[in-house]
């Protein structure tokens, strides 16, 4: 029976994760460009000097960097590690390209769905502020069934590719590296979850605040040194990534590029997984912002894209391929396997090499796990009210206990599924929304510094 459900699941997922859906995101990454003329230029401008500017005149649960500390706690995970060196393995160093430029173009759906989310969020009896891609639906579009669709299936994603997956690789990683009993593992993590989300977003992102920066500088400051000991190489690898992106055939190294359609294919799916551009699940948090209009936290929040892919995996992408250019031995014993390029790489590090990923994977996989425990609750609450809160907080730490100890397969799969219809409502919401959004994008784009920039009313739910 197990066997039959599996590939029941596994139809679908290849289905709804197939050519269609990558179209359509790529698609409304690219036209979403080209509405909002390239918003790409203001995010690494004005995106992130907001991003570390408060305002606490304006209405919201956090500050700017408080809820673009928690998306990018959600977003930034071991996809970013053990993921690139999966589409380098499976698509050739050509797909590094295809999963940066997926970053790049990605930026401008993630601050569309971030700017419909603070534009159509509302403020709860207890001041509490609730947005998203449900609310969007609802009060933008008059479209509650979908959004009810949309939390639905973010909140049981939250179980499987937010939290049980995640534990499951920490687990993994502490029983091979520290010989750590998974049980152990699962026991801690859920105490330390529990502590944090019974706290609500507050607690939530002051928890990321602290950890994304560090866990992001430790695993970067890896990727230099790694990057420093390969330098002569860094050049040439910028050349064969970009040559074996458009044509098969080998290269320096040992390289091999599988073709325009594989690396096409396995690096914009790599993409769209690590930053999440598309699917609704950071501007959940986006929502809670203190910011005066939709605009300003939606360039704050499109700098998460910048960070997750268009820096971090492209680092990732040159730490693997220059390590397999200079030592051509590891392409031919790895390239199955993308967890294990990316721990060879590392273990060019003496010593401490190995240490860093261990700790990285461990920080990131956690704070995946804290970042969509807040997306599912906000969901959870969408569609059962107030009173689903606990009762899904008590079995997202369940969930998170017993992860190290089940085998996780079909929950990936289905979680990987719900992802994937997430995402149809989202786009629907995005694409229909996007008038508003290009005339408030002109709107206040060029007085994003002036302190008397009309605020935005917040409706009460």
Not at 121 to 129: A, F, H, L, P, S
Not at 241 to 267: D, E, N, Q, S, W
Request: glycine share 12%; proline share 4%; with cysteine.
């Amino acid at each position: 029976m197990l066997e039959a459900i599996n590939s029941v699941v596994n139809a679908i997922n290849g289905v709804v994760w197939g050519w269609p859906m990558i179209i359509l995101l790529l698609g409304t990454h690219v036209f979403l460009t080209l509405r909002t003329g390239f918003i790409q230029r203001y995010t690494i401008t004005k995106g992130i000097k907001l991003s570390v500017t408060k305002d606490p005149e304006a209405e919201g649960e956090v500050s700017q960097f408080g809820a673009l500390a928690t998306a990018l706690a959600a977003t930034i995970g071991t996809g970013n590690i053990v993921g690139v060196g999966t589409a380098i393995a499976l698509g050739g160093p050509g797909a590094v390209l295809w999963c940066w430029l997926t970053g790049v173009f990605g930026i401008a759906t993630k601050y569309a769905e971030s700017y419909i989310a603070v534009k159509y969020r509302v403020k709860t009896e207890d001041g509490r502020m609730q947005g998203g891609a449900m609310y969007a639906l609802e009060r933008g579009l008059n479209m509650k069934w979908l959004g009810m669709l949309f939390a639905l299936f973010a909140g049981l994603a939250s179980f499987g590719i937010g939290c049980a997956t995640q534990v499951n690789s920490i687990a993994e990683v502490c029983k091979t590296n520290f010989n750590i009993p998974p049980v152990a593992v699962g026991i801690v993590i859920a105490v330390l979850t529990a502590v944090v989300i019974f706290g609500g977003i507050k607690s939530i992102a002051g928890v990321c605040e602290k950890l994304v920066p560090f866990m992001a500088a430790f695993y970067v400051i890896g990727c230099i040194i790694i990057l420093g000991m390969n330098y002569d190489y860094i050049l040439p690898a910028i050349g064969v990534i970009c040559k074996l992106a458009f044509t098969p055939g080998a290269a320096a190294g040992g390289l091999v590029g599988a073709g325009i359609t594989m690396a096409i294919r396995f690096g914009v799916a790599r993409g769209l997984f690590s930053n999440e551009s598309g699917l609704g699940s950071a501007p959940i948090a986006a929502a809670a912002a203190q910011t005066r209009n939709p605009v300003r936290q939606a360039l704050v929040s499109s700098t998460g894209t910048f960070w997750d892919t268009v820096v971090v995996c492209l680092m990732t992408g040159l730490v693997l391929v220059t390590t397999i250019m200079k030592n051509p031995s590891i392409n031919a014993d790895s390239v199955d396997n993308g967890g294990q390029l990316t721990s060879l790489a590392f273990g060019q590090i003496p010593v401490i090499g190995p240490i860093i990923l261990t700790l990285g994977i461990i920080c990131f996989a956690y704070s995946t796990v804290l970042g969509w425990a807040y997306y599912g609750e906000r969901c959870i609450e969408y569609v059962l009210g107030k009173k689903g809160l606990i009762p899904y907080r008590i079995l997202y730490v369940i969930v998170a206990a017993i992860a190290p100890i089940v085998a996780l397969d079909l929950v990936w799969l289905i979680a990987d599924t719900l992802n994937a219809l997430m995402a149809i409502p989202n786009l629907v919401a995005v694409l229909l929304l996007s008038n508003q959004m290009v005339q408030d994008t002109k709107k206040y784009i060029n007085d994003l510094d002036a302190k008397d920039d009309t605020p935005i009313p917040i409706i009460k739910d």
